[in-house]
């Protein structure tokens, strides 16, 4: 087989752990019989940018060498389309054909090489050794050496040049990339990364890199009692030297070392037990290893892989480390190690006290460390021959139903807030990233009819049932090719069955509750008028289907660009100076009832712990419970949605206790989870399925049934500083890398898809269901919708009020204006 590897770098020229992989790999195929031929970038001030010469290496490897060295700069644009370098690798695949063009780094050659490869005729396959294609320094680290957000649409990040810049720049390289057959991470982690940040799940797969025969080996180490840290990353602050060094004016003296390699000796700032030692060759990793209890990794860059943390663990040392991928495949929190959140000297600080005033417990975690299995070279080279053959072999697929095109979607909406946010305008956000065009409008906007007129799918969502409304749904089932009409509602708001089962109805009036079962009716008529139903949990889309039997499809409620990036705001602060704080949010007024079941549990931890805060915020009834801790309880007004990022952030517990039992309960997402976890704040949640499905117990939140578990919990996360950083910083990568919008947005596309499909070649599902229909007609001052992304300044009520009466007499005129008014007045007397 005819392979081209490709690498920007590539040794002797520039020894690297990242270029060692491509040339292992070329060499053990070569080996293997394969005719390799490899084309790298060189760094060279004297040769001409972009002249290439033909050099053969000492195995009989032929390599053509392209120079590179003026195209180095992030913010160059060269350096992620490189017009000339692509022009030279074309050339080159034209002398030298190949069955399969293998590329790995590509910073200074540029993104058109994938394109180029796909030009040839070849099967094409990237590696992406670090996050190149999504951020331009490489490493997901911001100029200010703090770690920016792993999606860089829920972040804000001027990367090498501005946000925008990067997002432009992003979107060029996501055109190349779309001509790769697949994308190969070494770790899984990277790889929910990329796919985080709009690769497609389908072309990735993980290729870890494997280690050469004569890694070290564990050795027996004597007893002496002191703890003998070592760190490797030199001067680089991405390596996060800066970092250790204020951790470690945090740990006192003792009975502990650290060494630094490849530092200079001005470096250590006469730190007691801390050591500059010159940087060790690789003949010597063996020796240095063994002669350390720990290895420390503070790295601020994100790794995605981590070589060194492997022969580490491989050697029988412990490993610290901080929260930046590649490591923690390996690094076992408490068990061969630590890990702490990246760019924090205080928790680094934590932990190296924890080891050094524990060398028992660092001997117990040296005792875990060998047993990290780490694949062998041979082994990756091995399944790359076998994927390589896989691609050459693979044949088109047989003919099959073609998928409709969804280029066009009209939301059509029926209520403001956080339910349109989550179920209509993010979405339309996420779809409009892949090039779909989104429209959301309110179900009573006369321009309904025209837009639908063109629309590929319609989603209705939350939206009563009105004269208009079906007649829309009417005039989308009369146009001439089948299109789908879909409902969508986030609360089980449909069944008129469950009287007596709903929490916070308990207040109402008969006139009041009355009105609002004749809303679920009118839900139903809407729902029971489609061809399909969106829900936001298994739970909903359980019981809708065992209603109407209509098709199902299930789409979480996910993290928006805007939230992303307010939340990552409040993360670049401290949390506010104070005691210990719980928080419990309940937004409506219909959370009593979940107040009630955790308040026992919360009064017990308050008073056990006489500095720890209780935060109230919403519209909440409490108990006489809290009358004995009353004067640490703080009652805190609702907050625009845009301002609670910065309050979850200021807690250090977010609790959201739901009673069990309910079907209605049951059915609610998991969104007070996923909000604290974008604030890094760890959760303690009920049992129900949505938060069993977000939250790893202990690991991304606590779950919490009984009354001794709720305080088991809260008591673990108030008590252990190491262990409440670490949840909440895994809490929130969870919630990044599952329900960011490009994966969300392709789920939801793929929905409509599916539903397109359903319309065409399924027959229409009859209903028995008795319509219940309002009569609002459509009305242009009534019809307005949410901002959305809304401007990040608060407003004051008249600003808002003001907004309000310009938009009415811009639909309606003085007369339009007038009447609004006087409605408004007579509520005011009502």
């Not at 120079?67 to 644009?77: E, K, L, M, N, Q």
């Not at 003949?283 to 350390?292: F, K, R, S």
């Not at 604030?679 to 938060?691: D, G, M, N, R």
């Amino acid at each position: 087989m005819r392979i081209a590897v490709v690498s920007a770098h590539y040794p002797p020229n520039l020894t690297s752990g990242g270029t060692l992989v491509p040339q292992r790999l070329a060499r053990g195929l070569a080996a293997l019989g394969h005719d390799v031929r490899v084309f790298a970038g060189h760094l060279d001030d004297a040769r001409e940018p972009l002249s290439t010469w033909d050099e053969t290496d000492e195995t009989g490897l032929p390599v053509r060498w392209v120079a590179i060295t003026p195209f180095t700069a992030w913010s160059d644009p060269l350096n992620s389309m490189n017009p000339g370098a692509e022009a030279a690798f074309e050339r080159w695949l034209e002398e030298h054909p190949a069955d399969v063009v293998h590329l790995h780094a590509l910073q200074t050659l540029g993104g058109g090489l994938v394109r180029a490869a796909r030009r040839s005729g070849a099967r094409v396959v990237v590696t992406m050794h670090d996050f190149w294609w999504t951020c331009a320094r490489q490493f997901l680290v911001a100029p200010d050496m703090q770690p920016c957000s792993l999606v860089v649409s829920c972040g804000g990040c001027p990367c090498a040049v501005d946000h925008a810049w990067l997002e432009q720049r992003n979107a060029r390289l996501a055109e190349c990339l779309a001509d790769a057959d697949l994308v190969l991470a070494p770790s899984r982690s990277a790889a929910d990364v990329m796919i985080a940040n709009g690769v497609d799940a389908r072309l990735v797969r993980v290729d870890e890199n494997g280690l050469p025969d004569g890694a070290p080996q564990a050795e027996e180490r004597a007893a002496s009692g002191a703890v003998r840290l070592m760190f490797a990353g030199g001067s680089d602050p991405m390596k996060g030297l800066p970092v250790l060094l204020d951790a470690v004016r945090e740990v006192p003296p003792g009975d502990w070392s650290l060494d630094l390699y490849g530092v200079p000796d001005d470096a250590v700032g006469g730190l007691t037990g801390v050591r500059a030692q010159p940087a060790f060759q690789p003949a010597d990793l063996q020796g240095v290893l063994a002669a350390h209890d720990v290895l420390v990794l503070p790295s601020v860059m994100r790794e995605s892989h981590s070589i060194l943390t492997r022969e580490a663990l491989g050697a029988g040392l412990a490993v610290v480390c901080t929260d930046t991928l590649g490591p923690e495949e390996v690094v076992r929190d408490g068990e061969n190690g630590l890990i702490v959140p990246a760019a924090d000297p205080h928790a680094l600080a934590v932990a190296l006290r924890d080891l050094v005033s524990a060398p028992e417990r660092v001997a117990q975690m040296q005792e875990h460390a060998p047993d990290v299995v780490v694949r062998a070279l041979d082994d990756q080279v091995q399944g790359l021959d076998a994927l390589y053959r896989e691609l050459v072999a693979e044949q088109d697929p047989a003919a099959v139903e073609p998928v409709p095109v969804v280029s066009r979607v009209l939301f059509v909406v029926g209520i403001q807030g956080a339910p349109l946010r989550y179920r209509a305008q993010l979405p339309a956000e996420s779809l409009r990233e892949l090039g779909v065009t989104a429209e959301v409008r309110h179900y009573r906007d006369p321009e309904l009819p025209a837009l639908a007129a063109v629309a590929d799918a319609v989603v209705i969502y939350r939206v009563p049932a009105t004269d208009d409304v079906l007649a829309l749904v009417r005039q989308v089932r009369e146009r001439d090719r089948p299109v789908p009409v879909l409902f969508d509602v986030d609360d089980l708001i449909v069944d008129p069955e469950l009287r007596g089962q709903v929490h916070g109805l308990g207040g109402m009036s008969e006139d009041e509750l009355a009105l609002w079962w004749n809303g679920v009716a009118r839900y139903r008529t809407t729902l029971e008028a489609c061809d399909a139903y969106i829900g936001s949990t298994q739970a909903l889309c359980d019981e809708v289907g065992r209603l109407t039997g209509m098709p199902v499809h299930r789409f979480a409620n996910g993290v928006g660009s805007a939230l992303g990036r307010i939340s990552e705001a409040a993360l670049t602060r401290d949390r506010r100076p104070g005691p210990l704080r719980i928080g419990y949010f309940s937004g409506t007024t219909t959370h009593d009832a979940d107040w009630a079941l955790v308040e026992p549990a919360v009064v017990e931890v308050m008073r056990r712990h006489p500095d720890v805060e209780l935060w109230l915020g919403g519209l909440l009834t409490t108990g006489p419970a809290l009358e004995p801790v009353a004067d640490r309880v703080r009652r805190l007004p609702m907050l625009p949605w845009t301002e609670l990022p910065g309050r979850l952030r200021d807690v250090d517990v977010n609790l959201a206790p739901l009673v069990l039992g309910s079907v209605f309960n049951e059915a609610k997402s998991a969104i007070k989870w996923l909000e604290a976890a974008l604030t890094a704040t760890p959760t303690v949640a009920s049992p129900t399925q949505p938060f069993r499905e977000s939250i790893e117990d202990g690991v991304t939140g606590h779950l919490a049934q009984t009354h001794d578990e709720w305080v088991d919990a809260l008591e673990r996360l108030v008590t252990d500083e190491h262990h409440r950083t670490l949840v909440g910083a895994r809490a929130r990568r969870a919630a990044l890398l599952q329900w960011s919008p490009a994966p969300q947005g392709r789920r939801y596309l793929e929905i409509l898809e599916q539903a397109s499909l359903h319309v065409r070649l399924a027959p229409r599902r009859e209903t028995t269901w008795a319509p219940v229909v309002g009569h609002e007609r459509a009305s242009a001052a009534d019809a307005w919708v949410e901002a959305y992304p809304p401007p990040l300044v608060h407003l004051p009520s008249w600003r808002l009020k003001l907004i309000a009466a310009r938009r009415v007499y811009r639909a309606g005129g003085v007369r339009a204006l007038a009447g609004r008014l006087a409605g408004r007045a007579r509520a005011a007397v009502r």
